[in-house]
């Protein structure tokens, strides 16, 4: 039985085939995103639910729907099968009884980011990589670093200036050559283009190579198998390049295409910070590309990104699936972080306090059902934000 059943690349807008044995980046004809492919039949007669079961908790135990082709190429911290928690008194508290949190925070390096980096950085060593450079808002390339440090691979980062301090020293400590840049991470993806193209760095932005958003679909998978192979009723997501969502809806196509799940798909609903909010702004008016947003602010860095690359196949599955896109502003965010750890005992990045006010706001004004189940994505931990942990103390 083979370890990968991937088969090839395909453009996810003008379906072109690319080979998946190579370095490569976005499609070579229309500069749009490549997603990987997998025989899913033969997948479907190799593997069972009880099969996986009994394999190690980690993402890998989903590797034939992954792209890493051996598994001596794995470069791996134990990243996945993070706790899908129940939140009791929240949901009591808001009338939403079937709440639960998806708790990435205990990834390693403390935010889901590890997923993607863990299976990108496997196949970029896998293809012959040496030099991995990333723009980063924080997280990503405090995980693309410690991967990279595990791997035996070097590391470029371009960071904004004001990224959290916590997060630049993570990526020192792990190695990392890193740069600040006065701008947002825009800018900081410009300055990567620019030194990958001269120098050979393998560019791994968010959706710009094929496999970040591989590794953030085992978070569909490991929703579905926590459930006991099906889906809830909707996802509350906090998006900014919105890899996990672009993953998430694949691997719910994948699983149901394997024959583990069936046809119903959760309703995604998309959050963003109300000062960074390219993809609301599109959704609300109907379409599918967003435009930049200028001058773009919020105390969540992984929600400060002007402009996603995969915005037509973020509002492609928030539309599918009945679902919607909407804004939360700062001050909600962090007395989110407050109340769920003053009542559930969980200490939560801003990011994922913006799921629980956006859960908090739709029970507000009937669009969330009280029967419904609903899953909140906790993307990171509080630790990470020592600021404004800081200032949670002093509201206090």
Not at 13 to 31: F, I, P, Y
Not at 122 to 139: F, M, Q, W, Y
Not at 285 to 303: D, F, I, Q, S, Y
Not at 350 to 366: I, K, L, N, S, Y
Request: glycine share 10%; aromatic share 4%.
């Amino acid at each position: 039985m083979a370890y990968s059943y991937l088969t090839h690349l395909e453009c996810s807008n003008c379906g072109k085939t690319h080979m998946a044995e190579m370095l490569q980046t976005v499609c070579r004809d229309c500069g749009k995103v490549l997603l990987a492919r997998y025989d899913l039949k033969a997948i479907g007669r190799a593997v069972n639910p009880e099969m996986v079961a009994r394999r190690p908790a980690t993402l890998w135990r989903y590797h034939e729907l992954l792209p890493v082709q051996s598994p001596e190429a794995v470069v791996s911290l134990g990243e996945g099968m993070t706790p899908l928690l129940p939140l009791p008194t929240l949901g009591a508290a808001l009338g939403c009884p079937r709440l639960l949190v998806k708790d990435e925070s205990l990834n390693p390096t403390g935010s889901f980011k590890a997923r993607g980096m863990a299976v990108a950085v496997s196949r970029a060593k896998e293809l012959g990589a040496t030099v991995l450079a990333i723009p980063s808002a924080g997280n990503a390339a405090a995980a693309m670093a410690a991967y990279a440090a595990r791997g035996g691979l070097q590391a470029k980062v371009a960071m904004p200036r004001d990224t959290p301090p916590a997060m630049i020293a993570e990526c020192v400590a792990y190695g990392a050559d890193v740069t600040l840049v006065d701008g947002l991470i825009d800018d900081c993806g410009k300055l990567i283009r620019e030194r990958s193209a001269a120098e050979g760095w393998f560019d791994i932005s968010t959706l710009k190579e094929p496999y970040r958003a591989e590794g953030k679909k085992t978070m569909g998978l490991e929703l579905a198998e926590q459930l006991g192979w099906r889906v809830p009723d909707v996802i509350i997501y906090p998006t900014g390049g919105g890899t996990g969502i672009v993953g998430m809806w694949k691997a719910f196509d994948e699983l149901e295409a394997m024959g583990l799940i069936g046809s119903k798909r959760p309703r995604m609903i998309v959050v963003q910070a109300a000062n960074c909010a390219p993809l609301v702004r599109a959704f609300e008016l109907g379409e599918r590309h967003a435009a930049k947003w200028e001058n773009a602010t919020t105390v969540a860095p992984g929600m400060r990104v002007p402009v996603a690359i995969a915005d037509y196949l973020i509002l492609d599955a928030v539309r599918a699936s009945g679902g919607t896109a909407r804004t939360v502003s700062d001050e909600a965010m962090i007395e989110a972080v407050k109340l769920l750890a003053a009542i559930e005992g969980l200490l939560v990045s801003p990011e994922a306090g913006a799921t629980v006010a956006m859960a908090q706001a739709m029970v507000a004004d009937g669009t969330l059902d009280p029967d419904e189940e609903v899953v909140l994505f906790a993307t990171g931990s509080g630790l990470k934000h020592p600021d404004i942990m800081a200032e949670v103390g002093r509201q206090a």
